[in-house]
């Protein structure tokens, strides 16, 4: 198994550039989720999905789309990049959200 | 909505010695306490949880605590050794009703050889 594979790794984008982050997991879990991480915050979460169709906003939605069409994929859009969504993010999968998440190995995301 | 706050920001401790991360949490809802390492560069990676149900849980060097009653929980790692140097998160989730996972902001532990 891949576990969570995220991609691209990194990206650099301009203000007002849209972007979509990609993440892919093979472990057939419901759960899914997107996170920021910034230096001092921790990890925030973004969006999140208990199974497909089904998607609620995190704590920081604002700025960031989701769909989940498939229990596998779970990608994240960026409308209209700003400098401050520069940050890195995870993916994360688990059976339930009460459970062990798996994280995929982050997308450093640049907007200049 | 849920709220947890992790304390210290930064621990360093003598390698041998033991260290102790404390989490509070807002949502009496929460039933899931994971707790998550991460080296520099990686990905956060588990390495002890709790449910509700237990007060206490033990790993080899690491252990975890709950009081549910005070709506807070701990890490304790004894013997540390230089490769537990990474930063810890506590977290907290709620299985019904919300189904978020809640993350604290963070412990830099650094073990001094």
């Known amino acids: 198994n891949a576990g969570v594979t995220q991609t691209p790794k990194f990206q650099v984008l301009k203000t007002g550039q849209s972007m979509t982050l990609q993440c892919a997991q093979d472990?057939?879990?419901?759960?899914m989720s997107w996170y920021r991480q910034d230096p001092g915050m921790g990890l925030r979460l973004i969006h999140y999905s208990v199974g497909a169709g089904i998607t609620d906003q995190g704590e920081v939605p604002n700025g960031y789309n989701v769909s989940r069409s498939t229990t596998e994929d779970f990608p994240l859009r960026l409308l209209s990049a700003a400098p401050s969504q520069t940050s890195v993010y995870f993916c994360a999968s688990s059976l339930q959200a009460d459970r062990p998440q798996h994280f995929g190995d982050g997308t450093r995301l640049s907007i200049l | 909505g849920e709220n947890v706050e992790q304390h210290p920001s930064t621990l360093s401790v003598q390698e041998g010695d033991s260290a102790v991360i404390k989490c509070t949490y807002s949502?009496?809802?929460?039933?899931?306490f994971p707790w998550y390492k991460q080296e520099l560069g990686k990905r956060p990676q588990l390495i002890i949880d709790i449910r509700s149900n237990v007060g206490e849980k033990k790993d080899q060097r690491i252990a975890v605590t709950l009081n549910k009653t005070a709506k807070h929980f701990s890490l304790h790692i004894t013997e540390t050794q230089p490769e537990d140097s990474a930063v810890y998160f506590c977290?907290?989730?709620?299985?019904?009703?919300?189904?978020?996972?809640?993350f604290g902001a963070g412990t830099r532990l650094f073990v001094k050889a």
């Open positions: 949502d009496s809802a929460s039933n899931y």
């Open positions: 977290a907290a989730s709620i299985g019904t009703g919300g189904f978020k996972t809640i």
């Open positions: 472990m057939n879990h419901e759960y």
